[in-house]
């Protein structure tokens, strides 16, 4: 049952350039969504996130930007560096309900120097 | 920055024991849960709890699992007779606020890594 669907295993980019990492979601209820990043041996830790009654949230480098009628949101980090690399994945919950979060298999990104 | 602890960091059991892995939320937080990833898969929920009890749990969480808060401190999973699918990689996660908007998400705990063999 996967609701929440990361469906790039693995991106690489330059440092420098921009990544950008894509999900997409199958339950119409969910209305907060997150990306958390995490590395080797460690939790995941929250990143950013939109509520669906926006478009677009910046955070620095930053952007999370969510198109309900298409059901996908995406990431972008700009400009992208070395430290960014691990495993990045998107969350989404139903904010009105229990608000466990429902994730995606993960994206890992590895920005090459 | 406040963290969540999670002891220990990698268990080995047998399979049919009883284990129970252990966590230490943030001291102002008030909703607490339980997490899983299988390896090479997407983390599961498993249990939320607040107020001493179970505010939600999935099907994962069924009769095997427990949570308690034992003293004011810490917050456990018991895993009453492990199997082998059960191994996997058991986070802990620990929120101010029911509302995500306002908590910016969960913090979560580095994992236990638990391997039934």
């Known amino acids: 049952d996967q609701q929440v669907k990361q469906n790039s295993p693995s991106l690489s980019v330059q440092e420098g350039r921009i990544s950008i990492l894509n999900c997409d979601y199958t339950?119409?209820?969910?209305?907060?969504f997150l990306w958390y990043k995490k590395y080797p041996a460690e939790g995941p830790t929250f990143l950013i996130s939109?509520?669906?009654?926006?478009d677009k949230n910046e955070d620095g480098r930053f952007t999370v930007f969510l198109n309900k009628s298409a059901k996908h949101l995406s990431l972008h980090i700009v400009p992208s560096q070395p430290g960014d690399s691990a495993v990045y994945f998107c969350?989404?919950?139903?904010?009105?309900?229990?608000?466990?979060?429902?994730f995606g298999t993960g994206t890992r990104l590895t920005v090459i120097p | 920055e406040p963290e969540v602890t999670q002891t220990p960091s990698h268990q080995v059991t047998q399979m049919g024991q009883e284990v129970i892995l252990r966590c230490v939320p943030i001291?102002?937080?008030?909703?607490f849960y339980w997490y899983r990833q299988i390896l090479g898969q997407k983390v599961e929920f498993l249990v939320s709890?607040?107020?001493?009890?179970?505010?939600?749990k999935s099907e994962i969480f069924d009769d095997q699992f427990s949570v308690e808060r034992p003293d004011g401190s810490n917050f456990t999973l018991k895993i009453r007779s492990t199997k082998l699918e059960d191994s996997a990689m058991y986070f802990c996660?620990?929120?101010?606020?029911?509302?995500?908007?306002?908590?910016?998400?969960?913090?979560f705990g580095s994992g236990t890594r638990l391997t039934v063999v």
């Open positions: 996660a620990s929120s101010v606020t029911f509302l995500l908007g306002m908590s910016n998400g969960y913090t």
């Open positions: 339950n119409s209820m969910f209305d907060y």
């Open positions: 939109i509520s669906s009654i926006k």
């Open positions: 969350a989404a919950s139903v904010r009105s309900g229990a608000n466990n979060l429902f």
């Open positions: 001291s102002n937080h008030l909703y």
């Open positions: 709890f607040y107020n001493n009890e179970i505010s939600e």
